[in-house]
């Protein structure tokens, strides 16, 4: 079990862990110069002109900027790693939409960090002005050397909030009508302890949404054994809350259950797959948002939080045991010199009063076929010459029940004669539960200053796990 709080450096620049300042002076106080963090801020385009360029220490010059379009962009070998020392500088760059980001440090500073604070840049251009892009930056280039002052200071990392910087830099520029008051709602967002949620927040009604979304991932052998499976997960809070409530939420985490009794894991309406009441999972890593209190947690391991207004990611999971597979593909396939016949059986794998939705079945074929028929009993199949693959298509598929598909393969006459590999069949689906197993066991909010709490909110929660890359061998 691995838990990296959001704040770290250990997060991967996807997710969406906010640093902390805090964080980074504390790093800094203890590991002395090894914590001084970024010297300076590039922007490249495809063709090696610096079109940003912003250094906020003085132990880098401005040659880094030659020196990296001259060994990395216009270099005539390819560029594998992210990370390049070049004249003992390290120079951390990303490629995105034709642009070169990159960040220059002599230190030796915290790569995670550093690549999750150019992940956070490019989503707060993002967020002011649409795709990052040559054009963009170019129309907003005095926006950009202004964020970035607030995003670094002396090297370090700061606020990377979008929704708070919006609050003092505007592509309108500063407002002299706003009152002190407003004027200080923002000096106690971006400097408090909460930047994340401003006070003053009113909903007539107090509502609270919870998506629990998953992407299952799965290999599958000929024989119908899995040889690998996992899947990634996200918890998704929706809120209409009043003030500053606080929020706790649990889940049936092995390490809290493991202790407890275990209630039973099927349900009374069904015994049937898919309507179990969850048993207790194993949580191989989590990811948390910055609002999470991970003393809580590391306590109790209930999440407790006051949320920012509005949707935001909670966190983020991963689990390799006890995946439920919604479906099962068993092929079945005959060759002979000039036709293969081709039979697919897809089967529900889940409780019958659930139904799986945008159901898609990719069967690849020969590069040499000249015909091929297909027959299906449910959906609707047809064979894509220029994918050389047949894709079947159900909008709607029950569990318990079983399709099958039909298919004829005429082959043309080839010189050679290269036996066919049989890429793995992949199925694309969504379903309404987890396969992982995480339920939300339960969901408490108290604002005892508005007097509400959640026996008067109304909550709720939703399950969609749909498909990663799900493929069965043959």
Request: glycine residues 6%.
């Amino acid at each position: 079990r691995i838990l990296v709080p959001a704040s770290s450096g250990l997060v991967p620049p996807s997710n969406h862990a906010h640093l902390d300042t805090h964080i980074s002076r504390v790093h800094s106080n203890r590991t002395g110069e090894t914590g001084r963090m970024i010297s300076g801020v590039f922007v490249y385009n495809h063709k090696g002109d610096c079109i940003i360029s912003r250094l906020f220490r003085d132990d880098v010059t401005r040659q880094v900027v030659d020196a990296f379009r001259v060994n990395i962009i216009h270099s005539r070998r390819p560029v594998k790693a992210p990370i390049t020392n070049l004249d003992r500088t390290t120079y951390f760059h990303l490629k995105r939409n034709g642009l070169w980001l990159v960040a220059v440090t002599k230190l030796n500073s915290n790569a995670a960090l550093i690549f999750e604070f150019l992940g956070k840049f490019i989503q707060v251009m993002n967020a002011y002005f649409g795709e990052f892009n040559e054009i963009n930056v170019k129309n907003n280039f005095a926006l950009i050397y202004e964020l970035l002052d607030e995003l670094i200071d002396n090297g370090y990392p700061q606020n990377t909030d979008p929704d708070a910087l919006k609050l003092f830099i505007t592509q309108a520029g500063f407002n002299p009508e706003q009152s002190e008051e407003q004027q200080k709602q923002i000096t106690s967002q971006v400097t408090g302890q909460i930047g994340w949620r401003r006070e003053g927040i009113k909903y007539r009604k107090h509502e609270l949404y919870i998506d629990v979304l998953e992407s299952v991932s799965v290999l599958v052998a000929p024989s119908g054994t899995p040889l690998s499976s996992h899947v990634s997960g996200s918890i998704m809070v929706k809120n209409y809350l009043s003030g500053m409530p606080e929020c706790k939420f649990g889940i049936n985490d092995k390490v809290v259950m493991k202790d407890r009794p275990q209630r039973p894991i099927m349900d009374k309406k069904s015994k049937k797959k898919g309507a179990e009441r969850r048993a207790p999972i194993a949580i191989d890593d989590l990811t948390f948002h910055q609002c999470v209190k991970l003393g809580k947690f590391n306590m109790d391991r209930s999440i407790s939080f006051i949320p920012p207004d509005d949707e935001f990611e909670l966190m983020k999971y991963r689990t390799t045991s006890n995946v439920q597979l919604p479906f099962k593909v068993h092929p079945l396939i005959q060759e002979s010199p000039t036709a293969i016949g081709i039979r697919v059986v897809l089967k529900g794998e889940f409780a019958s009063e659930l139904f799986a939705q945008k159901i898609e079945v990719r069967i690849p074929v020969p590069t040499s076929s000249s015909k091929v028929t297909v027959m299906a009993d449910k959906g609707k199949a047809k064979y894509k010459p220029g994918e050389n693959s047949i894709v079947w298509k159900m909008r709607t598929f029950n569990g318990g029940r079983s399709a099958q598909l039909n298919a004829e393969v005429s082959l043309l006459q080839t010189a050679t004669k290269s036996k066919w590999s049989r890429p793995p069949i992949s199925v694309n689906f969504e379903v309404p539960f987890s396969c992982s197993g995480l339920e939300v066991s339960y969901l408490q909010i108290l604002e005892p200053r508005l007097d509400y709490d959640h026996t008067t909110v109304k909550k709720w929660v939703r399950y969609i796990s749909s498909s990663g890359s799900y493929e069965t061998r043959y």
